[in-house]
Structure formats: structure tokens, C-alpha cells
């Protein structure tokens, strides 16, 4: 059937070899693209959301979501050394699986990635609030609250997002520099907290009830968490805009990872053990067990780290939903007008509607809703990366490749069933948002893009 028509991996090195993205970063301007990525959504933000309902066992949650992802890593490693192309889990499913499941996941992706940015936008306004009532500046409910709770909208997230939208616009040069100096910022930001909460841990907030919900509470909190773990994808995504992608990409992945493992984890472990996990479960966690503990000064200080640092999260993902609808309309599946690129080389009409969308999301959807609905996408779109690794590697076993993914056929089997454990934590009521989506992205597909393809 034509709907499953594949792409060959020559036809797919052929066209991103054609580099119409220009070439700007570096190892480590992809590793803090990935770091900006993964703490910002994760440690400034869902660790206190995580917490409260694993408890203290919340640094489990962490491990399992952090092994399935690690695994995930590798093979993300293999696959874009390989494939250095912008269209990620996308083009990886096109070559392996066909057009239509392809078109699936890079609506999957693209949509996840504007869910992503728009719940770390939510969280950063916690944390913009918390710092504006230290001057003595309160900003009205209103204009902070969803419409179901009664107010206006999240009117300061949704504004940031506008401000995102406009630096991504300028080009990848600007935003690449944007985005060091707010990372830089955060992370002295989660050192600051971590060096300070220490001296007020209290042992009894992590023994008297570890895992108040045990196995099936760390497994939901592993579902939760695993939100966190997704700056890594958003690397790949930015191959054809890698100098030397074959040695910079499985580079920046696998390092994005091991840090940020290591962080959460000592986050985690000074969070829970500075008050009751029943006092989580806050938007802005950080600042708030500081204030609990009496350093409202340092509250403060790192609630304006947060408001900087927590910018490069949404300016992340809105950058890789960019450039896998970009990927799908230079292959005819979305509209051309998509992947036209404007003065500063990067596709306008694409930007601008990706921040429009999430500027919308970000103001009338709640956090840990927002949250899920990502949770589901990516989940899935993980485990058809092991999968393609593993099929890749044997229909093209002289392919150059940068890294290699060890232990196959076995690591990447176990990554896909631990991904299948982590949709245990799935709300029925996110499955139903989910079909919808995916029912959406299936009528694109049949009305416009089965016609379009220039694999017709």
C-alpha cells in the first residue's frame, strides 16, 4: 500500500547533505541545548510535582525513567550519527516503518514538543510571581489563573512565549546565544539551592514515609518524570544545523543525560528531605522549601534565576517543533509554505504559528495536564527509536555511523518494554485527548499529505 511507502537512507542522507539549514552549533552548544531542555521542565519545575505524590521514593521514579531514556539515548546516538536529519523520530520511522505511521509520529512529536514548552512556560510564571511579590509587586489572580479556575488566562506565560517566539525568528545564531547564557544561569541556580538545602535536611522527611504509594506510586511518579528526560530528542533534532553531526551529536545526547541524571537525583533527594513531600507539589518547588526553611532571601535569588534560566526550556522545544514540521513539509506531507525559509534562514511561517499555538496552550491548560499529554507522545516515539535502531541497523549494516549502540538486539528490546511499563501512569482521560490527536494528524495525512508526498 502507497501509505506505507518507505524512504531509503540514501534518499535521506542526500537531502539533509543539502544543508538549506546553515550549520552553526557546536558539541557544546548542543549540550546546553539539551541541558536548557531537560532541567528546565525537570528540576525547576516537576520535581515538586513529581514528589508529592511519589514521596521521597521520587528519586525511583527518576532511575526508572532515566534508565528506559538512557537506553533511548544510545540509540538516539547510533541513529543520528547515522541520519543527521532535523526530522528525528519522524524520518528514523519513515525509512523504517513507512509515510503514514511517519506522519503520525512527526505530528506525535511536533505537538509534544508544543505541550513541552508551553508547561515549563506555565511553571516559569510560578517562579516570575514568587519574584515579583519579594519587590512588593502583586499581580492580580486574574491575569494568573486558568479561565476554569476563574481568572483570564496565564497572561505572563503567554506573554514570555511571544518574546521566545520573536528570538527563534532572528535566527538560530541569536537564540543559540540566548540560550547558553540562560542555561549558564540555571545551573548556578540548582547549585546555589542544592548547597544551602543541605544544611536543612531533616532525615525523618525521607524515613517516615518513603513510598506512600508504593511501587504504583514510584511508577506514576516515573511516568511524570519522564516529561523531564526529553532534551535529549530535542538534540537530534537539530542535526543539519551541526558542524561535523557524526561526532557532535552521540557526544552531546549521551553527556546531556548523565548530567542531568545526576541532578535530579541530588535535587530530588534535597527537596524531599527539606519538608513533607505532602507540602510539594508546587510550580515554582524550589523557591518554595527555601521560604518553608527561612531563607526567603534566597528564594528570592533563585526564583530570578529561574525566571531566566527556565526561558531556554520553551525556547528548546518550540526550536525542534520547528524543525520536524520543516522536515515534513520539505517531504510535501504539510504545506510548502512551511519549510520557507526567511532572512535569517530559519522556516518564519513555521515559527510563528508553533509560538502562537503554544502561547495558547500555555495559557488555558494546566500544568500536570499539559504534562501528560506529552508524556504519552514521547513514550511512544521512544520506543519506536529502539526499534528503528535495531531495523536500521540490519537492512544497512555498512552505514557510516558515528556511535554504536552495544548490546543489540537486547538493550534496545529492554528500552521498548520498560517504555511499555511506563505507560501504566497514563490517565484514561489522556488516552482520550490522545486518540483525538492522532486522529487529527490522520485526517492531514489522508485529505492532503497521501497526495502531496514527493515519495508519490
Known sequence: MQIFRKKTLEKVLGESGKKTLRPTLKTMDLILLGIGSVIGSGILVLTGEAASKSGPSVIFSFLIAGLACGLTALCYAELSSTIPSSGSVYTYSYITLGEVVAHCMGWLLAGSYIIAGAAIANGWSSYFKSLLEGFGIIIPKEYTTLPSEGGYGNVLAMTVVLLITIVLFKGTKSSKFVNNFMVAIKILVILLFVLVGIFYIAPTNWTDNFAPQGISGVMIGATTVFFAYLGFDTISTSAEETINPQKALPQAIIITLFLCTVFYIIVCLVITGMVP??????????????????????????????????????????????????????????????????????????????????????????????ADLANV????????????????????????????????????????????VLLYGIQFSTWIIFGCWILVGLAIYFIYSVNHSKEK
Open 277 to 370: 513531600f505532602t507540602q510539594l507539589g508546587k510550580g515554582d518547588a524550589l523557591a518554595y522549601v527555601l521560604g518553608k526553611v527561612g531563607q526567603g532571601k534566597l528564594a528570592g535569588v533563585v526564583s530570578l534565576g529561574a525566571v531566566i534560566g527556565l526561558l531556554s526550556g520553551p525556547l528548546g522545544t518550540m526550536f525542534a517543533a520547528v524543525r520536524v514540521l520543516y522536515t515534513m513539509s520539505r517531504d510535501g506531507l504539510l504545506p510548502r509554505q512551511l519549510s520557507i525559509l526567511n532572512r535569517s534562514g530559519i522556516p518564519g511561517s513555521t515559527t510563528i504559528g508553533v509560538g502562537l499555538l503554544m502561547t495558547i496552550l500555555t495559557g488555558f491548560l494546566p500544568l500536570g495536564q499539559l
Open 377 to 420: 507522545s514521547y513514550i511512544i516515539a521512544f520506543a519506536l527509536v529502539s526499534y528503528s535502531t535495531f531495523i536500521i541497523r540490519r537492512d544497512y549494516p555498512n552505514a557510516k555511523r558515528g556511535f554504536t549502540m552495544p548490546g543489540m538486539p537486547y538493550l534496545p528490546m529492554i528500552s521498548i518494554l520498560l517504555f511499555i
